[in-house]
């Protein structure tokens, strides 16, 4: 989706390091998420956030943190608590007004552990 | 939140029409049914959503039975590059809401 950024699309991973994800969107959109995606298998919800400033977690929200500081921007940090952090990982935004807005998707970010 | 049940796998031939059908038994009252589309190393795509009875648009169709407990995605005439996973979802997507993507249906499109 040309409205949503994320970069890198390739990151790799020392151990004990932390990296942190890019997603930017310029759709003016309210709510923005996080997924995690392994081969084969469908998406899962590591956290999203509705508001500027505000954030929940998702299903698999450990070894991961996040900020809303900036409606646009939603970035995602892998900590080192995260032990199987190699993954594709999807940002989407959505626009909130009540309304069952579907949610658009970046192309998203490999990350791998060196 | 309502789980969604799709086969795993599908083959189909250019130029044939391709129907996938999505079991949702639990679907709430305020539940939509949406489904993506997508291609290795990229995100899903919207491809169609709605509620009930009948949804076109212009490159598929979403029929939606009465008690809907099923959708089935359409797509006519597919081409090679439809090949992708398609998921369907079932949900509100307002507010805090949560969406549920499954393992979703492999479509593989042959000449």
């Known amino acids: 989706d040309g409205g949503i950024t994320q970069s890198p699309k390739y990151l790799f991973r020392k151990e004990g390091q932390n990296v942190t994800l890019s997603c930017e969107q310029n759709l003016n959109h309210d709510a923005m998420y996080w997924y995690r995606q392994d081969p084969g298998q469908g998406l899962r919800l590591i956290y999203y956030?509705?508001?500027?400033?505000?954030?929940q977690k998702g299903d698999i929200a450990e070894g991961y943190s996040v900020s809303r500081e900036k409606k646009e921007s939603f970035p995602l940090t892998v900590t080192s608590a995260q032990k199987n952090p190699t993954a594709f990982y999807l940002c989407?935004?959505?626009?909130?007004?009540?309304?069952?807005?579907?949610?658009?998707f970046g192309d998203g970010t490999r990350l791998s552990i060196l | 939140l309502a789980k969604t049940t799709q086969p795993i796998s599908m083959d189909s031939y250019e130029g044939q029409e391709v129907n996938i059908t999505c079991s949702h038994n639990?679907?709430?009252?305020?539940?939509?049914i949406t489904w993506y589309q997508q291609f290795p190393s990229q995100g899903p795509r919207f491809i169609i959503q709605g509620y009930k009875t009948k949804v076109t648009n212009e490159v598929a169709s979403l029929f939606i039975p009465a008690d809907r407990k099923s959708s089935t995605l359409s797509l006519p005439r597919v081409s090679l590059s439809d090949t992708a996973v398609y998921y369907c979802?079932?949900?509100?997507?307002?507010?805090?809401?949560?969406?549920?993507f499954g393992a979703g249906t492999r479509l593989a499109v042959h000449p």
């Open positions: 956030s509705q508001i500027v400033n505000d954030f």
């Open positions: 979802l079932v949900g509100v997507t307002g507010g805090y809401n949560k969406l549920i």
């Open positions: 639990n679907i709430a009252t305020n539940d939509y």
């Open positions: 989407a935004s959505r626009k909130d007004r009540g309304d069952n807005q579907p949610q658009h």
